[in-house]
């Protein structure tokens, strides 16, 4: 019903900078949440940030804080995580997600979020 797609992952060197956007399409609701997880080697998926449907509150996982700013496009079902100050740990396969609510996005179990993505690859490495 709702097709979330993926784009901007790569390498990057530590200390580098990367943008991943992604666009939902479909029958989407006007008022649907969006936001990022992210999916370690050998773990399980978690959260990063979520941004409701109008922009207007975001919130994002301790680790990420002052690092990563997540946006929403002005009347368009896309998000923008603009990832600063990168890592070698934020190496993961990283992965959109939409839901109804944008507190099952930050503090729900993740089984319970309505649409995911199929991921993308950050490699943080030099």
């Known amino acids: 019903q709702v097709k979330l797609v993926e784009t901007g992952g790569g390498l990057v060197q530590p200390g580098g900078s990367l943008t991943l956007s992604c666009a939902a399409s479909?029958?989407?609701?006007?008022?649907?949440?969006m936001g990022w997880f992210r999916q370690f080697p050998g773990k399980e998926r978690t959260f990063v940030a979520a941004?409701?449907?109008?922009?207007?509150?975001?919130y994002y996982t301790d680790s990420v804080k002052g690092r990563f700013t997540l946006s929403r496009d002005k009347g368009e079902d896309t998000i923008h995580l603009k990832m600063n100050s990168l890592k070698p740990e934020d190496t993961a396969v990283y992965y959109c997600a939409a839901d109804r609510h944008l507190g099952t996005l930050y503090a729900d179990p993740i089984t319970d979020v309505d649409y995911w993505g199929q991921g993308t690859q950050v490699t943080v490495s030099s």
């Open positions: 479909g029958r989407t609701d006007s008022t649907i949440a």
């Open positions: 941004i409701n449907w109008s922009g207007d509150y975001t």
